[in-house]
């Protein structure tokens, strides 16, 4: 049989073992795996590369239509960003966008702003805020893969503004009761907002403004209480439940403790919690802001430990851009958010498989099959015969140092300038072409489909 690419001599992690095998690919699909498969139209010599899955990122923000944001981030950028990343798939929130994705209307306005401008494929949440409740059918009629709701403060209340909004517990309630319904999944940000918002004015009230003063206004005890008050919430009104970033064991064990007794839920954590600590968050200032913070280094290794033993599902950046001027100023008026899309997969497989010997195979489940597999791609996320030839090749044991001009973002900053990164994407590919290469950079753009389920 003749293919249209055969990928030779890498290691490649397969569902429960990493080979040297080749991968041969016709019609942007995995034809076939093994040794001796045939011709090819191309071969792609992939000698001393892990050969993985695309990543498939589930926490992505594009605020794109952006209105006042416009300037924030772009599907354009985003997207090569996350081809040089070596990321496939992005997930994208339903903010911080204007308007935010809501509804029929405003998804469609989300579909225009980027037909034509995908590097990689995208795949949509809709949000629920407390003045769509009776408008969820909508979205999942068009097959968004799930949605997203905060319990900690964000956005503008007020329905005109087009802007996401924070829901209070009866809305909470009320939405996780539909989405049930609906059979959707319901991701969330747990902090609990009457107590982070108390102690952030407490601390700023009181001249205490440094990044440890920023990380102990939203302590361990606000995460694990939203966390507790959305799992039990989930259980009462039968709603498949996801919670978002977690950065403390202490939440995790939350989720372990409800999933070991039955329910549906899983979590997931982002690449800046393992690989940046509150002395970095410190010296780095408010590139590393976020919510929840970065913590100490017991907190760290803490969670390295959840990570490596199964509790984490996947690993996501929280890719959460802004202009930089929103990143001047003290800390508590900072804008909340890492730009990381671009070093998810070269962090982690330096921190994670590297440093810490994690196996091949759990760094594909925990970059890309697992998050596929909770949001429904099912041609993503595997190296399988009949998945899609989302493809990355990273180079092992291949130093760099992160530079701003290093960075596709429409804003070239992030919190890893300048950072010695152990490993280098080598190669993307979408659907078997090549749309990144170490030598050349992002080359066949535009190449990217909103992926619907």
Not at 303 to 326: R, V, Y
Request: proline share 4%.
């Amino acid at each position: 049989m003749s293919y249209d690419k055969i990928i030779k001599n890498g290691t490649v992690i397969l569902e429960n073992e990493a080979i040297k095998t080749d991968v041969a690919i016709k019609d942007g699909m995995i034809a076939a795996i093994g040794s001796n498969l045939g011709v090819a139209s191309e071969y792609i010599d992939a000698i001393g590369l892990i050969v993985a899955p695309g990543m498939v990122d589930g926490h992505v923000h594009i605020t794109d239509p952006g209105g006042p944001r416009s300037e924030w981030e772009g599907y354009e950028t985003a997207t090569k960003a996350a081809a040089k990343g070596g990321v496939t798939t992005c997930v994208e929130m339903p903010l911080n966008q204007v308007p935010a994705t809501i509804d029929r209307e405003t998804l469609h306005i989300k579909y225009e702003a980027g037909r034509g401008r995908l590097t990689v494929d995208v795949a949509s949440l809709g949000g629920l805020v407390p003045h769509n409740i009776d408008r969820l059918d909508e979205l999942a009629e068009e097959g968004v893969v799930g949605y997203k709701c905060f319990v900690s403060t964000c956005g503008n209340p007020d329905p005109t503004s087009g802007d996401f909004c924070n829901v209070n517990n009866y809305q909470l309630y009320e939405g996780m009761t539909e989405l049930a319904r609906l059979g959707k999944i319901l991701l969330m940000h747990a902090e609990n907002a009457e107590i982070c918002d108390g102690l952030g004015k407490k601390a700023v009230a009181e001249g205490r403004l440094t990044a440890k003063d920023y990380i102990a206004s939203r302590p361990v005890f606000t995460e694990v209480e939203a966390v507790r008050r959305a799992i039990y919430l989930a259980k009462e009104t039968g709603c498949k439940l996801h919670l978002c970033h977690l950065s403390s064991p202490e939440a995790i064990e939350e989720v372990t403790k409800a999933r070991n007794e039955g329910q549906d839920v899983t979590c997931e954590s982002c690449g800046h919690y393992f690989a940046l600590d509150d002395n970095q968050f410190e010296e780095i200032g408010t590139k590393a802001k976020c919510s929840p913070p970065i913590r100490d280094k017991d907190n760290q290794d803490r969670m390295w430990a959840k990570l490596l033993n199964g509790e984490i599902d996947f690993i996501t950046s929280d890719h959460s851009p802004c202009t930089p001027d929103l990143k001047e100023g003290g800390i508590f008026d900072a804008w909340g958010g890492i730009s990381s899309l671009q070093n998810s997969v070269d962090i982690m497989f330096d921190e994670g498989v590297q440093k810490r010997g994690m196996a091949l195979t759990q760094f594909a489940k925990l970059m890309a099959s697992n998050p596929a597999d909770l949001f429904g791609l099912e041609h993503k996320g595997r190296i399988a015969i009949g998945k899609d030839a989302d493809i990355v090749m990273i180079k092992p044991d291949s130093s760099y140092v992160l530079t701003a001009d290093d960075l596709e973002y429409r804003n070239k900053f992030s919190a890893y300038e300048g950072r010695n990164i152990g490993a280098q994407v080598a190669k993307t590919l979408l659907r078997g072409q090549v749309i990144y290469d170490l030598d050349i950079g992002v080359v066949n753009p535009f190449q990217g489909d909103f992926v619907t389920v």
